[in-house]
């Protein structure tokens, strides 16, 4: 298979019901296994509608300009994004990671893949704009969505202008390639999975990184992860 981009229909169906379990665990909140992170906090409608506009672009790239933050994420500016993030086993990650990296073998971003996170923008949540220039390279985010005509994805063309994704009720995938300013935000439940297919040379140096640490991250994720 050598596509550019992928559907949820491309993607290998151990790693849909997987998704879908984990979709269904978040979305019982009493009942969640996962423990969860407020990334940001709430703000009123306006404010959350403004954050996504090109005012709100404007605002961050301003302050990347002034040097008051980098835009790699939206949490280094106050309240600018309201999400939650679930932290999922290192097993299941792996597990999710090796479905990609078997079924997707001659893709064109390769075959080591790296979760990049589990998160769920409530009713009245939003994601800000950000860069992710911190990690750069595709991004493939798998998006969950409660209601048709209820949740969009917004990122910056070349030309300034926004473009405006209208995400459809159910599951999507969305592709983007960072660094690439973009945004999000939701009138209904929306959880998003993300991969970054790794090349060769940056997997080593990660897999070298980890094991430097290994002691570390063994104690750290022992601590957090259930």
């Known amino acids: 298979m050598k596509k550019n981009e992928v559907t949820w229909s491309d993607l290998p169906k151990n790693l849909q019901s997987d998704l879908k379990d984990i979709k269904n665990n978040i979305l019982n909140k009493d009942k969640c296994p996962y423990p969860k992170i407020l990334l940001g906090g709430y703000v009123d409608n306006e404010e959350r509608y403004l954050k996504v506009t090109k005012t709100g672009l404007n605002a961050v790239k301003h302050n990347v300009d002034k040097g008051i933050v980098k835009g ?3 949490g ?5 994004e309201c999400r939650f993030k679930y ?3 290192n097993k299941k990650i792996l597990k999710m990671c090796k479905y990609l990296a078997n079924h997707f073998k001659d893709y064109k971003w390769g075959g ?3 979760f990049r996170g589990a998160f769920h923008i409530p009713p009245d949540g939003f994601l800000g704009w950000h860069t992710n220039a911190n990690a750069s390279d595709p991004r493939m985010y798998i ?3 409660e209601k048709e005509n209820s949740s969009f994805f917004y990122h910056e063309e070349k030309d300034g202008s926004i473009k405006t994704i209208q995400e459809k009720k159910g599951w999507q995938v969305n592709h983007f390639k ?3 300013y973009h945004a999000a935000h939701a009138d209904c439940n929306r959880i998003s999975f993300g991969f970054r297919p790794l090349d060769e040379k940056t997997y080593k140096q990660k897999k070298e990184a980890y ?3 290994k002691q570390f991250w063994e104690k750290l994720n022992g601590k957090q992860i259930r």
Request: proline letters at 9%; glycine letters at 0%.
């Open 112 to 114: 080591i893949w790296e």
């Open 72 to 74: 790699f994420t939206a």
């Open 76 to 80: 280094e500016m106050p309240l600018n």
């Open 211 to 213: 094991l430097k640490n």
């Open 143 to 145: 998006v969950w969505v």
């Open 87 to 89: 932290i999922i086993s």
């Open 178 to 180: 960072a660094p690439h």
